[in-house]
């Protein structure tokens, strides 16, 4: 069974900094990419990025690039989201999402973790 | 980047009822179209992907159908358990942008 499990979500101060991190269990993690996405409370699903199953390949929503890094530890089966410089419009719940198929296609996500709330506020 | 944008953006029909939601995406997708349901309090789950394909354990009242630019998500008879919002995805390439989504209700 597939198990996506996020963490570092906290309340942090507009301008901060904040690390997420996804443990991946019940897949072979290392041939599958990897997304971020999230919902602020009440609200929509934003795509937020997109990694490669080798890590060498990024992608970033308008509204986080150049402030969001994704990566990715192949061999401690899990996926980080490096949140800097963070505004009030990045308060939301954080969801690790894993493509459908593993390889270097275009898939849709098939599973979900649970989410990790970030909230910025003074 | 491409838009998504789903209508209408909320929806109340009574069980039985055939359901339409459509989504029009700003340029072609080649068909790279995915639909997800979200019910309160849950994180979504695949419906559809490649405009028309039921995703597995996915009941068969659900269909989808497009191609190009314009998708629907068709219910043929609403449950009470399809209670949700619903949201289509671009995900041909990134930014893999999702709609706005579509809250579906029981009259």
């Known amino acids: 069974e597939v198990q996506l499990v996020e963490s570092g979500g906290v309340v942090v101060q507009p301008g901060g900094s904040l690390r997420l991190s996804c443990a991946a269990s019940g897949f072979t993690f290392d041939d599958y990419a990897m997304n971020w996405v999230r919902q602020a409370p009440g609200k929509g699903l934003e795509w937020v990025s997109l990694i490669s199953w080798e890590g060498g390949r990024t992608y970033y929503a308008d509204s986080v690039k150049g402030r969001f890094t994704v990566s990715r530890r192949n061999t401690k089966n899990s996926l980080y989201l490096q949140m800097n410089s963070l505004r009030a419009e990045d308060t939301a719940f954080y969801y690790c999402a894993k493509d459908k198929y593993g390889g270097s296609g275009s898939y849709p996500i098939d599973s979900w973790g649970q989410g990790t709330l970030v909230t910025v506020s003074s | 980047d491409i838009q998504m944008t789903q209508s209408p953006s909320s929806l109340s029909a009574s069980v039985g009822d055939r359901v339409t939601i459509t989504c029009r995406a700003s340029?072609?997708?080649?068909?790279?179209l995915a639909w997800y349901q979200q019910k309160p309090g849950k994180v979504p789950e695949l419906l559809i992907y490649a405009a028309s394909t039921l995703q597995s354990g996915v009941p068969s009242r659900f269909s989808g159908s497009g191609s190009g630019t314009d998708f629907t998500l068709t219910i043929s008879s609403l449950q009470p358990e399809d209670v949700a919002t619903y949201y289509c995805?671009?995900?041909?390439?990134?930014?893999?942008?999702f709609g706005q989504g579509t809250k579906l209700e029981i009259k």
């Open positions: 995805q671009n995900y041909n390439n990134a930014p893999r942008t």
């Open positions: 340029q072609g997708i080649n068909n790279y």
